[in-house]
């Protein structure tokens, strides 16, 4: 009886210092999470935090059989936000089986190590090499929180989220329902959250194209600005799938939506800091606030059709942005409703010379597609996964994402031994 007092009261113990330690952590935002653990010790803390309420944006998915399995697994599987690693390897051991790893890791993913040695040098070359942050075991469930807290919510840290800005050059080419379209499969090729702002708010299409009715979104954080956090965010937010939320439009004319300059700079700031993908579907306009979305997004993607108009408005739009954005890539362009029958059309090829862009897609006229698509609420991917309009989809979610193709993912310019596996 009194070791079983003992142990109860150990457990107890470790309860509450669990419970003191977390006491001041904020809630990790929607990213995805994988870990691969090699003993119990170790994934029974990590299946517990996933279980805590600071967590539950989070997705959090346990395997066993460390590094070894953590590298078979993504020769097959895009990597998640971040990836926790138990090894018992001495250090040497460890950096070589990290170096195989990173051949199969995204460039973007952070890397936690639960390690079994105390050794200094070895912590000093897994930072130097990228590897977000070492552990030593044992760990308990609030060390596994504290250190995600501290790579994804720390004030000082850059945003976690990946801002794309998508607008058309005029009314009617489409740019909404690509740029849903794009989120939709970023949210299900890659298991990843992606939150879409449906900045129209008097004719947004955003919930009609997924089918929702939400009470409240934007417009509640665009008039209310000193309530926004990420708490008040996500009460904003409507789910659409398993890894996508929606910041809805109201759609309706009972008020006038002027707003100043900065009117969205808080809502996609707070928005970056809460989901890994941010989709901006912009409305074609020109005003204070939507060049200052444009301006600040981190890809920009124009939608036009083959038509003269369509190019005028294009190439204005690209030579303003390279100069509001000399440090950034130029915009990218997609070519849509391409070949609508009688109707003459400016050739891709002459349509993308003055603007000195290839396009990074073109999209053929296919009215019962899209039209289905649009009439029943859902995603072109729901209504025919093989087409070869969703293919080039998913294409467009591979590169504005960073994301390599799973067959083709790159093994050389490591730069370093975890060159691919980048911290922040």
Known sequence: MSNLAYETSAEESRIDGDAASMAELRPIPRISIQAFCETESVASPIERASEDRRMVKAHLKLHMGGIAAAIEFYQSASTPNLIILESRQEPRELLKSLGQLAEVCDPNTKVIIIGHYNDVWLYRELVRSGVSEYVVAPISMADIVSVIAQIFVDPEAEPIGKALAFIGAKGGVGSS???????????????????????????????????????????????????????????????????????????????????????????????????????????????????NVLARADEVVITATPELANLRNTKNMVDTLKKLRPNDPPPKLIVNQVGIPKRPEIS?????????????????????????????????????????????????????????????????????????????
Not at 228 to 244: K, N
Not at 388 to 414: D, F, P
Request: with cysteine; net charge negative.
């Open 177 to 291: 329902t690509i740029a849903h379209n794009v989120a939709w499969a970023i949210s299900t090729l890659f298991e990843s959250e992606v939150v879409v702002a449906d900045l129209d708010l008097a004719f947004g299409t955003a919930n009609i194209n997924f089918d929702q009715d939400p009470a409240q979104g934007i417009a509640e954080a665009v008039f209310a600005p000193e309530r926004i956090d990420e708490v008040y965010l996500d009460r904003l937010l409507a789910q659409c799938a398993e890894h996508l939320s929606l910041l809805a439009a109201p759609s309706t004319l009972d008020r006038i939506y002027d707003f100043d300059a900065e009117a969205f700079a808080q809502i996609i700031d707070i928005a970056q800091r809460s989901a890994p993908t941010l989709v901006l579907d912009v409305p074609h306009l020109w005003s204070g606030w939507s060049r």
């Open 348 to 424: 891709v090829a002459d349509f993308a010379e003055p603007l000195e862009l290839d396009p990074l897609s073109v999209i053929p006229f296919d009215p019962q597609l899209f039209g289905n698509a649009a009439n029943n609420g859902r995603m072109l991917g729901e209504m025919d996964a093989n087409h070869a309009v969703v293919q080039s989809v998913r294409e467009l979610a591979h590169i504005l994402t960073g994301r390599t193709e799973q067959k083709t993912k790159k093994k050389a310019g490591l730069g370093g031994i975890l060159g691919r596996l980048k911290r922040k």
